[in-house]
């Protein structure tokens, strides 16, 4: 695996066009400019990589639109140190730009050929995410609090599950809907027992499923 001129050029010209469509964290940004995205994708759509969409990972999951990730990474405003619980791992790449941009993070999936790709894969290239093979729903309790959630697929409502392991002041972003379209949407836990709900824009996700692939 390489890292060329070549393909660095092709990030900064995503960076440039996730820029133009509205993104403004220079954090963000600058992680979208630094993670290889390449290294993530099937060898066939290798030579798409730094186009601005989802592509196709295996096991019946995608890769998420650079543009996605940067909107969803924006609506955390992820602060370094912070412990970020992540829900659904996928190929991985969501978790790199977090890492980059100094996060602690704790991601769960549930779908075992994926989550032993990226247990395998994301250390080889220097990132290294606490994995866990496991329901998103439950969350990861015995590492929480955390300071951000983010769920990378679609749920039709909050798992109330990671609301509680969510600190007071936290963040929790989520595309919340049903499977053919959701808003993407901001959960900032207020106290124990009250939160604020906003509603950013409409999003396609694959959906949040219960349990993990073998049912258990």
Aim: aromatic letters at 12%.
């Amino acid at each position: 695996m390489e890292d060329t001129f070549r393909h660095k050029g092709l990030r900064k010209k995503l960076v440039q066009e996730v820029r133009s469509k509205g993104i403004r964290n220079e954090h963000v940004l600058e992680a979208l400019g630094k993670v290889p995205r390449h290294f993530f994708m099937d060898s066939g759509f290798i030579n798409f990589a730094y186009k601005d969409q989802a592509f196709p990972i295996g096991a019946g999951q995608t890769i998420s639109q650079p543009y996605t990730v940067a909107f969803q990474t924006e609506l955390l405003q992820v602060n370094p140190f912070d412990k970020v619980l992540e829900i659904g791992t996928g190929s991985g790449y969501q978790a790199a730009i977090l890492l980059e941009m100094g996060a602690k993070v704790y991601t769960i999936e549930r779908q075992k050929e994926l989550y032993l790709k990226a247990q395998d894969f994301l250390p080889k290239i220097g990132y290294k995410p606490h994995f866990f093979y496991g329901d998103g729903y439950e969350g990861q309790p015995a590492y929480g609090p955390y300071d951000r959630i983010l769920i990378t697929a679609a749920a039709p409502d909050i798992p109330g599950k990671l609301m509680e392991q969510l600190k007071v002041g936290g963040r929790l972003v989520l595309p919340l809907g049903d499977s053919r379209t959701q808003i993407m949407t901001l959960v900032i836990k207020e106290s124990d027992d009250k939160y604020q709900k906003t509603s950013h824009g409409y999003f396609v996700f694959v959906p949040l499923l219960k349990g993990t692939e073998n049912g258990l």
